[in-house]
């Protein structure tokens, strides 16, 4: 093979790809419908929060609709018809897929090794569209580690592998709650008990915050940050 060398600099900016997971009813859903243009692929029934705006939305319900959806918004947005696409949420698809794969194997746990192994390219294949945002949303789990009994918040999915692969599919992992006031926040940067991260160093470390107890950050702004700074550096 012929070495390149290649400048960092120079890498192409093909959109915002991030994860953002938090407990229920925290507004996961609702942030998806700030991002600018969205589509949404769901395989839940929980879309009642977006019933008062108009946000078009694919349903899933197997591994191949999945891929059919993917098939389907490459070849069909080239006008940029939708801007960013929103996998919401990761737990529910996963919880669908398991279910379509655990009848096929006699252990469950081969069941669990291939979700992961069919599941994991196709997420990086949505990571991987260009010119385009992509959202991940993912509910949480809270587990206690055995030795220290300190509680760990972690992405709640089916079986290890999933797990411990998802966080690594992007740069911006945001982990969402609401603080004492009730007031909806994007955690940007990493605690003792949360993982979050936030690669591009444009957001605020303190956490990125909606502007009212009755809304939710805005993703549109949040990705407008990104872009600028990326728009910087290249400059």
Known sequence: MAIKIQQTSEIEFNGVKCIVYGGAGVGKTRLCATAPKPLLISAEQGLLS???VDVPFIEIST???LD???EYIKKNNKDGKWETICLDSLSEIAEVLIEEELPKHKDGRQAYAALAHAMIPMLKKF???KDVNTVFTCKKIDVQDEDSGVLYTELLLPGKVLGN???YLVDELFYMDTDRK???FLQTK?????FAKDRSGALDPKGEFAKDADSVPN???LFNKIKAKKARKAA
């Not at 990493?190 to 949360?194: A, C, E, F, L, N």
């Open 127 to 129: 990571r991987d569209l």
């Open 63 to 65: 591994l191949q609709d």
């Open 50 to 52: 977006l019933s008062e």
């Open 182 to 184: 009730g007031l909806p």
């Open 190 to 194: 990493p605690t003792r008990r949360i």
């Open 165 to 167: 692969q998802v966080p």
């Open 68 to 70: 059919d959806a993917y």
């Open 219 to 221: 993703l549109t702004e």
